[in-house]
């Protein structure tokens, strides 16, 4: 049994140490760029979706839905069912796909500044990204930063889009 157990325990610390936390930027910019073209190609210009957004920052905030007329947000609410009592001004959000993508785009920058910057604990970050296969709008973001010291309250991001529909 302690032979089972030592065992074990030395194949945590190999895999363990086997991680590489410096391993800088892991985001795939040719999806990325391939996609945001292919959604400006289809000119939607009148469309609804929700969004929801998680972080460790600021925590889970309820789902909201946002109505985009002419590219433009207008309207934007919290679903019923998420109701919350904070101001919607208080609250994380994206106004439209076009902000959402230059989100993206912002927190790749960002994390390339970190990452490269000796003032930063920030030694690699993980950017994921699943597109919409028709519109080609990102359905979910994950953004994740790798600290070697370990790092309490560091980047972690989540982003849903959902109930995406194209309005006349």
């Excluded at 934007?76 to 994380?92: M, P, R």
């Excluded at 989100?103 to 597109?131: D, K, L, R």
């Amino acid at each position: 049994m302690n032979k089972i157990l030592l065992l074990l325990i030395s194949l945590i610390f190999i895999q363990c140490s086997n991680l590489d936390d410096s391993r800088g930027l892991d985001f795939d910019q040719n999806a990325f760029d391939q996609n945001r073209e292919l959604w400006k190609e289809n000119k939607i210009s009148n469309y609804t979706f929700s969004q929801e957004y998680f972080s460790t920052s600021v925590g889970p905030q309820p789902k909201l839905t946002s109505i985009v007329i002419n590219s433009e947000l207008d309207t934007i609410f919290v679903q019923s069912k998420n109701a919350t009592n904070i101001s919607i001004e208080h609250l994380t959000y994206y106004a439209t796909v076009d902000n959402v993508y230059d989100f993206i785009e912002y927190i790749v920058n960002s994390c390339e500044e970190q990452i490269n910057s000796s003032q930063s604990p920030m030694a690699g970050a993980e950017i994921e990204i699943t597109y919409d296969g028709t519109f080609h709008y990102p359905t979910e973001i994950n953004c994740s930063g790798y600290y070697p010291d370990g790092m309490l309250g560091g980047l972690s991001i989540q982003i849903i889009i959902s109930d995406f529909e194209v309005n006349q």
